[in-house]
């Protein structure tokens, strides 16, 4: 029984030295076509790289994830976690999307899309976050110039598919 446990056990071993060749010699065949495909992979990253979102939530834990998904994905987030810091980062770095919590201290989502439409004089994509049951406040942002609007929770999937509507 033994020799038979041994053979097999060598069998599955030069099996497995086997693929090994195989994979080392499609690993060093391939390696220029690979680094090819790499470099393109990055300038598509870079394209994406170069478009600003200016993320405004007082939530933190939902800011982090927001920041990490988008970044995943190759935007340059510019965070902020009050109105206030919301509008000296639109007015410095001109993004070409807004996503805005509407009730943040200091100044609110709804002053945020004011200022951006009616001071600053920008078309720039603004997407509001509200909790359920403010429809009144929406239907305001909409007025006041708001191009989308997610309900709370927010899921990151959801608004990714939305970014890249509005920016590609």
Do not use: C
Request: glycine share 2%.
């Amino acid at each position: 029984m033994n020799t038979f446990k041994n053979k097999f056990r060598n069998r599955k071993l030069s099996s497995i030295k086997e693929n090994m060749k195989e994979n080392q010699q499609y690993y060093e065949l391939d390696a220029p076509k690979r680094a090819q495909n790499n470099s393109i992979n990055n300038n598509q990253t870079d394209k994406s790289a170069t478009k600003k979102v200016v993320l405004a939530e007082d939530n933190s834990l939902l800011l982090l994830l927001l920041k990490f998904r988008l970044q995943k994905e190759g935007y340059e987030i510019l965070t902020a976690t009050n109105g206030k810091e919301a509008l000296e980062l639109i007015q410095e770095h001109k993004p070409e999307l807004v996503l805005t919590d509407i009730m943040m201290p200091f100044v609110s989502g709804l002053e945020i899309i004011s200022h951006v439409r009616n001071k600053l004089k920008l078309e720039t994509p603004i997407i509001i976050f509200s909790a359920a049951g403010q429809e009144e406040i929406v239907i305001k942002a909409f007025d006041l110039g708001a191009t989308d609007f997610m309900s709370k929770p927010i899921s990151p999937n959801e608004l990714i598919i939305r970014v890249k509507k509005l920016l590609h």
